[in-house]
């Protein structure tokens, strides 16, 4: 008996499912694909060199590091420097600050001392002043017990419906009928 060889690579579909979503996707998106081609050449002619020469330095300057002790002791004491330069900078900045914050905490003490002077003499407040804060009298302490009633109206009462709020409410929608 003779063994037949079935020959299962004559005609793969894999091969060609794959060649035609290949040629469908060129067809698609083909001019996409040449233009972007184009364009990473050109970037590539331009900036190839200058990368190239970019990584040769950087990768120079990281061996110069770990061979000469003497350049990262430098550059140490470098960043050193800079950074107790830049912390100068901020604690003068820091101390102006808090100088003026002084300056303006005087002016406004210097302010309410006085403008309670002037209370004491009798002159009395301008219009567009501040209202000066002094101590509560008996009367505004027993008005600030009832705080409540203080904070409404003296005439309103919520469940007369009068004032305030909305005094218009269109009527529910309903349907009447079956349907």
Known sequence: ????????NSDPEVLTSAFSSVWQMLQ?????LVFGVIVLSIIWTNFGPRLKQWLDKSQ??????????DLVLARQEALERARRQLQEQQDILAARHAE?????EEE???DKIEKWEGLQ????????????FTQPTDRERTRSSNSSESRLRGNYNPLTGAGGGAGYRPSRREQFGGG
Do not use: A, L, V
């Open 1 to 8: 008996m003779e063994e037949q060889k079935t020959d299962s």
């Open 28 to 32: 698609f998106y083909g001019w996409y």
């Open 60 to 69: 120079h300057e990281h061996q110069n590091h770990h061979k000469d002790p």
């Open 100 to 104: 003026k914050m002084r300056e303006r």
């Open 108 to 110: 406004k003490r210097r």
């Open 121 to 132: 003499q009798g002159q009395g407040r301008q219009i567009g002043q501040e209202r000066q």
